[in-house]
T-cell receptor, first 112, second 116 residues
Framework: SQKIEQNSEALNIQEGKTATLTCNYT??????LQWYRQDPGRGPVFLLL???NEKEKRKERLKVTFDTTLKQSLFHITASQPADSATYLC???????????WGAGTKLIIKP | SAVISQKPSRDICQRGTSLTIQCQVD?????MFWYRQQPGQSLTLIAT?????????ESGFVIDKFPISRPNLTFSTLTVSNMSPEDSSIYLC?????????????FGPGTRLTVT
């Protein structure tokens, strides 16, 4: 079955450093991979989308890489700030339908 | 991006009762999705609600337990019927983005349900 794995342990990062989160998947060939941010008590918020033929995508302090050979995506936040503390979810999508397959998310804590 | 509201934001209900969750979108959308998110777990799609047709339910979810209405292009309801403590969860509605290909999704704030 399709499976998406994100580190279930919280990631603690010192303010100003780069935070890197990992998303691994198996038994799946996604057309798109997406990253979302979720704060406590709120719904997920879309951040970035990367296509299967793209290696890297950037948006301000965010960078996403997509390695279809390793079946892995890395999500980087540079110059991290305490306001970046949240849970980050990755989701995969086939081109054939609108359904997303979700990871359980990794909690990121940026310490001042 | 769409702005989505949900009612109620939270509720505590007794087992055996039903709760109807409302989802309102600020623009017309063909598809609306209903998800469940249990603590520490990934989002699980319950069903896809299209206006003018029956909702499509995912494996493990049935219409008798989670009836859905979709009366127009900006509104949907999800009812959690005959609730048990196992139904305690956050329920989220979402819609596809309006950018080309509509690949991303936009979510409401969620409804936190506790069943006692």
């Amino acid at each position: 079955s399709q499976k998406i794995e994100q580190n279930s342990e919280a990631l603690n990062i010192q303010e100003g450093k780069t935070a890197t989160l990992t998303c691994n998947y198996t038994n799946y060939s996604p057309a798109y991979l997406q990253w979302y941010r979720q704060d406590p008590g709120r719904g997920p918020v879309f951040l970035l989308l990367i296509r299967e033929n793209e290696k890297e995508k950037r948006k301000e302090r965010l960078k996403v890489t997509f390695d279809t050979t390793l079946k892995q995506s890395l999500f980087h936040i540079t110059a991290s700030q305490p306001a970046d503390s949240a849970t980050y979810l990755c989701a995969l999508k086939k081109v054939s339908n609108y359904q997303l397959i979700w990871g359980a998310g990794t909690k990121l804590i940026i310490k001042p | 991006s769409a702005v989505i509201s949900q009612k109620p934001s939270r509720d505590i209900c007794q087992r055996g009762t039903s709760l109807t969750i409302q989802c309102q979108v600020d623009s017309q959308v063909t598809m609306m999705f209903w998800y469940r998110q249990q603590p520490g777990q990934s989002l699980t799609l319950i069903a896809t609600a299209n206006q003018g047709s029956e909702a499509t339910y995912e494996s493990g979810f049935v219409i008798d337990k989670f009836p859905i209405s979709r009366p127009n292009l900006t509104f949907s309801t999800l009812t959690v019927s005959n609730m048990s403590p196992e139904d305690s969860s956050i329920y989220l509605c979402s819609v596809p983005g309006t950018s080309g290909g509509a690949h991303e999704q936009y979510f409401g704030p969620g409804t936190r349900l506790t069943v006692t």
